[in-house]
């Protein structure tokens, strides 16, 4: 895994985020286990009906028929990149699709990198 490709990609598509709300602008890098990457960013709407990055990027890997998945890399901010981590119904959505081994990169802050796994964001994922 090309860790520095999963940045670029995350910074590259943070820079499409639409974000006239909060200016909170999200970009995250989603590596399949056959190694394709799909990007996602933020889009937010003046109603309830906004998206988040993880939540985009996954949705283009399912529609492109892509159903398992290596990792996610996610970076935001409003201006200089800060810690950013999943919220709960991305996390909630991921389980859907992943076991609680998923690893989760958050980059912040000028090369710092916090790893945590599904699990360990999502302990305890509602199921039906
Ligand atoms: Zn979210």
Redesign the pocket.
Known sequence: MDINLLIETAKKARENAYTPYSNYKVGCALLTKSEKIFSGCNIENDEIMSI????VAFTKAISEGEKDFECILVLGGKEELQYTS??????Q?MSEFCNKDFEIYMYYDNDKMDKKTLGELLPDSFRL
Not at 86 to 91: A, E, F, K, L, V
Request: proline share 9%; hydrophobic share 20%.
């Open positions: 988040c990055a993880e939540r999943p919220c709960g119904y991305c996390r959505f």
